[in-house]
């Protein structure tokens, strides 16, 4: 498995060499496996959550609550039960980027939505437990988007100097990253010695009553941000400088298809979801500190992972075999690949691919000789313009008839909001979708509702065929409005208002209530299609009560009734005692809010305005 791979990564110089080779042999992997595998049915649905938590170190005399970096050692003995018995093990755990977080899944997919609908929640508090077992006594194991503090002074635990590290980052030590596994300090200097400029990644502050106009901490160590801060006399903006952003946390989620068409429209439809399902789970307004404008984590990884070069950004001359690339590779989707239906509706799917998707065309020309279906020639000729970011030397030389690492590497680090996963050959794992643009809520109720409608959804439209496509620009501006501050409440989204109709191309703005509980004579709304789905399905009492639990927290967070963790985190910082009205959170803020969320998931404190009850 990709992940538990503790190989030797080569140097940047030596990766950018072969770049060419890894995709080659990349490219002929996955016309291997897609000949073997292209006509793959799995009639037994399958599926699975993946969730990343945070180790946090609290000292209660200091009040301070910080990451604590024990995320190996922790690792060790959470795989322990995997290890001796792969078959039966109840939980996977996996390493993550940042040295204080990991990453679990069920030990095996859950099978059949409604059967397993009841078991997610459990499996998930079965899962915080285990982790629990193996932390020191003033150690939590959260589920918290942002770590509020991230690359301030000192937010570790044990505490690292603030020096030079593979990132060039004046703010994130090294010692942050993931150690054990090499993967994440090469993906770290190599995107930052692929793209060869400096980073400026602004978030902006939140203005609050005493914000000052010059946060001059945040720019200390740069001298001209400062300059250029009060030049442009723009608003105050906290800095990254470099790969941090990957220290985010996120929930996941994988369905199997029934075969490469279900899971073309299931990539496809799950795609204009991913900004609503986005702002829905909104829970980052607080970074390096500040309280922000933004609510959402997704645009700052996006930024922090951007490798491009200047001529790929379009910013200087492109030479010979470049592309300017427009997106970074943690984005949106850039195309839709489904090939089902009307001539008219393939019309439309062509009509909607409205921005310019960057192709090799070299690639695309081997796919399609090679009988590959164009639609996903297409995107894997699109996937393919990335150089690899890590090469293990143990891995540059791959049988392409039995080895798909090259393939993986390329595929792997095309972060989007939906994936396409290839069937693995040999095996009864057959084609899947994953959706990720979720952000991890404070619990495992919040966490089971989302997964579940999630779930529920991709039922939704697979039976009643629905039809949600709206251009992918209109996608992209949706995935910017979804992360402002509190979106749900001032924003609107385009969405297909007429989804029964498979060759509609009504594209209306709408609010999130308005998506997700109707509106009248428009539209009827995502949870009252899912409620007529359940209604009609034969289904247990108890399971119909939970997910009427679980739809309600989300019909509440549509409607503003409830609150997202996000707005939920603003207030808390904001009525805290000790807030100056500043935008700062303080080490003591810090360490309050996290202990107000330990409480939340422990179910000891209630938040009415977050729950509903
Ligand atoms: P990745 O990190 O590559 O996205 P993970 O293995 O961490 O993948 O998580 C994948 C999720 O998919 C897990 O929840 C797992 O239970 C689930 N899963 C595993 N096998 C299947 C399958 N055949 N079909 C659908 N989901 C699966
Ligand atoms: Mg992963
Ligand atoms: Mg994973
Ligand atoms: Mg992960
Ligand atoms: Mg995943």
């Not at 635990?157 to 054990?180: G, R, V, Y």
Request: with cysteine; charged share 25%.
């Amino acid at each position: 498995r990709k992940e538990l791979a503790k190989g030797s990564p080569l140097s940047w110089q030596e990766t950018k060499q072969k770049a060419s080779h890894v995709r080659k042999h990349g490219l002929k992997q996955f016309i291997n496996i897609y000949n073997k595998t292209k006509d793959t049915r799995s009639p037994a649905l399958k599926w699975g959550d993946e969730i990343e938590y945070m180790i946090i170190a609290l000292d209660q005399s200091a009040k301070t609550a910080h990451v604590s970096l024990r995320s190996n050692e922790i690792l060790e003995s959470l795989q322990r039960e995997e290890i001796e018995n792969p078959e039966t093990a109840r939980f996977l755990w996996r390493p993550e980027y940042g040295a204080y977080m990991v990453e679990g899944t069920p030990g095996k997919p859950y099978s059949g939505v409604l059967k397993d609908l009841l078991t997610v929640e459990p499996c998930m508090i079965q899962r915080r437990k285990e982790i629990q077992k193996y932390l020191k006594s003033n150690e939590i194991a959260v589920t918290l988007t942002s770590y509020p503090r991230l690359a301030c002074p000192f937010f570790s635990e044990p505490p690292l100097p603030q020096e030079s590290s593979s990132s060039k980052s004046t703010f994130f030590p090294d010692m942050a990253i993931n150690h054990m596994y090499p993967r994440y300090r090469a993906i770290t200097f190599n995107t930052r010695e692929r793209r060869g400029d400096d980073y400026h990644i602004r978030i902006p502050v939140m203005k609050d009553q005493l914000t000052r106009n010059s946060i001059t901490e945040v720019f200390e160590f740069e001298e001209e941000e400062v300059e250029e801060t009060l030049t442009e006399s723009i608003p105050n903006f906290v800095c990254y400088d470099s790969v941090d952003g990957m220290g985010y946390c996120c929930l996941q989620v994988t369905f199997q298809a029934f075969n490469m068409d279900e899971a073309r429209t299931l990539y496809d439809q799950l795609a204009p979801i991913c900004p609503i399902l986005l702002a829905l789970t909104a829970a980052s307004p607080v970074h390096r500190g500040f309280l922000t404008g933004t609510d959402c984590r997704w645009n700052i990884i996006s930024q922090c992972v951007d490798c491009r070069t200047k001529e790929e950004r379009g910013l200087e001359p492109l030479s010979r075999d470049r592309f300017i690339i427009p997106k970074s590779r943690y984005d949106s989707i850039s195309a839709y690949i489904s090939n089902e239906g009307s001539r008219y509706v393939k019309l439309l799917i062509l009509m909607y691919n409205d921005v310019p998707v960057v192709l090799n065309d070299h690639y695309l020309l081997e796919l399609l000789e090679a009988g590959v279906e164009e639609p996903i020639a297409r995107h894997i000729a699109h996937l393919f313009v990335r150089d690899p970011l890590v090469l293990f030397s143990e891995k540059v030389d791959q049988e392409d008839e039995k080895e798909i690492d090259h393939f993986d590497n390329i595929q792997s680090t095309n972060w989007q909001t939906v994936r396409l996963k290839l069937p693995l050959p040999d095996t009864d794992v057959g084609w899947r979708v994953e959706f990720r643009p979720c952000e991890v809520q404070i619990t495992d109720f919040e966490n089971a509702a989302f997964v579940c409608f999630i779930a529920l959804l991709t039922r939704i439209i697979l039976s009643y065929k629905l039809n949600f496509l709206i251009p992918i620009s209109k996608v992209d501006e949706n995935m910017k409005r979804s992360q402002e501050k509190d979106a749900i409440k001032n924003c609107k989204f385009y969405f297909n208002s007429n989804p029964f109709d498979s060759d509609s191309d009504e594209v209306t703005e709408m609010t999130i209530n308005e998506i997700i509980n109707g509106k009248d004579g428009y539209f009827s709304g995502l949870i009252p299609l899912v409620e007529s789905f359940l209604n009609a399905t034969e289904i247990e009492a108890e399971t119909h009560q939970r997910l009427h639990d679980y739809l309600r927290l989300i019909s509440g967070r549509a409607s503003g009734e409830l609150q997202t963790a996000a707005s939920w985190i603003r207030s808390f910082v904001r009525s805290h005692p000790s807030y100056k009205f500043d935008s700062q959170v303080t080490e003591e803020i810090t360490y309050d809010l996290i202990t107000a969320i330990n409480q939340l998931e422990q179910g000891t404190r209630k938040e009415p305005l977050l729950y509903g009850y």
